[in-house]
Structures are given as C-alpha cells and as structure tokens.
Nanobody, 126 residues
Framework: QVQLVESGGGLVQSGGSLRLSCVAS???????IAWFRQAPGKEREGVSC????????YYTDSVKGRFTMSSDSAKNTVYLEMNSLKPEDTAVYYC????????????????????WGQGTQVTVSS
C-alpha cells in the first residue's frame, strides 16, 4: 500500500505560481508517480508523471513549459511547480502512484494507477 498526501493548493491570480507537494508513505515499490487534475464537470486529466522505469518526467501538452515535476527521495516527496497559471488550470489536483509503468503514451490514464491522494484545490482567477 502507498499513502499519498497532497498540499500546496490555493487561490492565485492568472500568471501566478504555486508549488504542490505530495508526500508518499508506505511501500516505495511503485514504478510511477503522477499528478492528475479534475475540473468540475470534466474527466480526470493526467498532468505529469515521473517514471522510475526510465527515470524521465513526462507532461501533457497543455502544461509543457509551464509546469515542472520534481522529486526529493530523502523526503519521499514529489512536487509540481506551476508557473504562468491560467484560469483553465483551475481544478482539484491529485497525486497518484502505480505499481506498473505502461509507457509514456499511457501515463494520463487514471485507471492504470493504484493509489490516490485526497486532492488539493487550485483556483486561478482571471
């Protein structure tokens, strides 16, 4: 089992920045850890992931160049640095972890992840 706890959400103006944190506890044998988001009335969307299989970080197109995912293994924490935020980035952001890595073309699929955090709200005002 893996427990995930997100923090760092809040209200920010368009163009601003936020840094989300996700602390993982329990088993450390997951192969991928990711950030998802879900806006009201929309499906959950994969934002970025860190694959332990190849050591690379992947991003969905809408956040490339604006968001950066990083990790601190000593703290069992992953971060999502979000810059140049837009109102369309408004959503609940979730941290997720999976036992398996299915390749970069699949990282945005929520069903491939085994553990989820409770989410943190990010609101970007225009």
């Amino acid at each position: 089992q893996v427990q995930l706890v997100e923090s760092g959400g809040g209200l920010v103006q368009s163009g601003g920045s936020l840094r989300l944190s996700c602390v993982a506890s329990g088993s450390s044998n997951y192969y991928v850890i990711a950030w998802f988001r879900q806006a009201p009335g929309k499906e959950r969307e994969g934002v970025s992931c860190l694959s332990r299989a190849d050591g690379r970080t992947y991003y969905t197109d809408s956040v490339k160049g604006r968001f950066t995912m990083s990790s601190d293994s000593a703290k069992n924490t992953v971060y999502l640095e979000m810059n140049s935020l837009k109102p369309e980035d408004t959503a609940v952001y979730y941290c997720a972890a999976g036992w398996n890595w299915y390749g970069d073309s699949s990282f945005t699929r929520p069903r491939l992840y085994d553990f989820w955090g409770q989410g943190t709200q990010v609101t970007v005002s225009s």
